[in-house]
């Protein structure tokens, strides 16, 4: 019981200090972008990110040993991810989800709503899994479809990867290269990341990652990164 409190207390202490970040984050936009608030609803200038949460419907993905599945999982990081921009960021940025519900969608239809929304950038969110149960942390992934187009995907994926080390205390695995269609069928010219948020298959990991509040905290490191990268 007392290591269960110890971890309802870590998570709320670092829940607690990337809200007082993002109020510091929020003040910087309302005074260095006053005259984009006033024109908010001129939708062409907010920066279009589309949050592809892997798997869904049949797909399942890894899962833990008690059975909670990775496709759960990283949709309810994603729905926070929604939550948190509305709330907190007055829907600053236009986020929108390849899925909203347990639906499988196809690799070739995620790729495709995003070219077809012009999305600025593309984050595909999962979970890991390893026969070795002692492997941990993140891992990020980039496909280099050019020298800028690299660079800023990469510094995306740091700055993501430092937020969850720094403020999660998440092992960092650092940024990879991938083949994954979703990355490799994106505009060359997008910022585009494929994120391992975490091992299913280690014990620590997945018990993390299985609690909701633990979601959120993910969901904030990543919005707050995303806000960081902008230069906001």
Same mark, same amino acid.
């Given at each position: 019981?007392?290591?269960n ?14 809200l ?7 003040f ?5 972008n006053?005259?984009?608030s ?7 200038n907010k ?6 949460p892997?798997h869904?419907g049949?797909?399942?993905?890894a899962? *833990?040993?008690?059975g &909670?599945?990775e %496709?759960?999982? !990283?949709?309810?990081?994603? $729905?926070?991810?929604v939550? =948190?921009n ?12 390849t ?14 709503l ?23 942390? *993140?891992?990020?992934? &980039?496909h280099? %479809?050019?020298? !800028?187009?690299?660079?800023e $995907?990469?510094y995306?994926? =740091? ?17 990879k290269?991938?083949?994954?269609q979703v990355?490799?069928d ?8 494929l994120l ?6 280690q014990t620590?990991?997945?018990?993390y ?9 993910v969901?904030?490191?990543i919005?707050?990164?995303i806000?960081k990268f902008?230069?906001?």
């Amino acid at each position: 019981m007392k290591s269960n409190r110890h971890e309802r207390l870590s998570i709320t202490l670092a829940v607690s200090k990337i809200l007082n970040q993002f109020m510091v984050l929020l003040f910087c936009i309302f005074f260095l972008n006053l005259s984009y608030s006033q024109s908010r609803k001129d939708q062409s200038n907010k920066t279009i990110v589309v949050i592809d949460p892997g798997h869904g419907g049949k797909d399942d993905g890894a899962t *833990t040993r008690n059975g &909670i599945k990775e %496709k759960d999982i !990283v949709l309810g990081i994603a $729905s926070k991810l929604v939550e =948190f921009n509305n709330e907190l960021l007055e829907n600053h940025l236009l986020l929108f989800l390849t899925r909203y519900t347990d639906t499988l969608i196809s690799l070739s239809d995620r790729t495709e709503l995003a070219k077809k929304l012009k999305a600025d950038i593309f984050i595909s969110i999962h979970c890991n899994q390893a026969i070795n149960r002692t492997a941990s942390g *993140t891992e990020v992934f &980039i496909h280099p %479809k050019s020298e !800028v187009q690299a660079e800023e $995907s990469a510094y995306l994926g =740091f700055t993501i990867q430092k937020g969850l080390a720094d403020i999660l205390g998440v092992k960092n695995r650092g940024i990879k290269f991938g083949n994954f269609q979703v990355l490799r069928d994106y505009n060359d010219s997008s910022v585009t990341v494929l994120l391992e948020l975490g091992f299913l298959s280690q014990t620590d990991e997945a018990i993390y990652l299985s609690k909701e509040e633990s979601q959120s905290a993910v969901a904030l490191v990543i919005l707050q990164s995303i806000i960081k990268f902008l230069g906001l």
